[in-house]
Nanobody, 129 residues
Framework: QVQLVESGGGLVQAGDSLRLSCAASGFPFTDYNMGWFRQAPGKEREFVSVFTSGSGNTYYADSVKGRFTISRDNAKNTVYLQMNSLKPEDTAVYYC??????????????????????WGQGIRVTVSS
């Protein structure tokens, strides 16, 4: 049974930092790309970042580039999202997502939610101004 369990969310002030964690189980972690998406109130879900399996490449949405850092610990089956210099517009429910690396054929595939097979339950991040 696949499980993705996010933790680390909460309420912070603008400029603060948070680190989200996603503990994974039930699938071969090292063969799967690990991504983060978010959905703000009243908005569509959007890509945030991904850490690819194998090559270990990382990609970020332009809105978080330079502020967020994704990392993964294959020994712990965990992916992290370090979020610095948080802004009110980062307020959203953040979702951990994963998909097998053979489902991704081009760079744009990493940004597509439908390429990810499993999703966590989501965790709320609220940034006050």
């Amino acid at each position: 049974q696949v499980q993705l369990v996010e933790s680390g969310g909460g309420l912070v002030q603008a400029g603060d930092s948070l680190r989200l964690s996603c503990a994974a189980s039930g699938f071969p972690f090292t063969d799967y790309n690990m991504g983060w998406f978010r959905q703000a109130p009243g908005k569509e879900r959007e890509f945030v970042s991904v850490f690819t399996s194998g090559s270990g490449n990382t990609y970020y949405a332009d809105s978080v580039k330079g502020r967020f850092t994704i990392s993964r610990d294959n020994a712990k089956n965990t992916v992290y999202l370090q979020m610095n210099s948080l802004k009110p517009e980062d307020t959203a429910v953040y979702y951990c997502a994963t998909g097998p690396r053979w489902k991704y054929y081009s760079l744009s595939d990493y940004y597509r939610g439908d390429r990810y097979t499993y999703w966590g339950q989501g965790i709320r991040v609220t940034v006050s101004s």
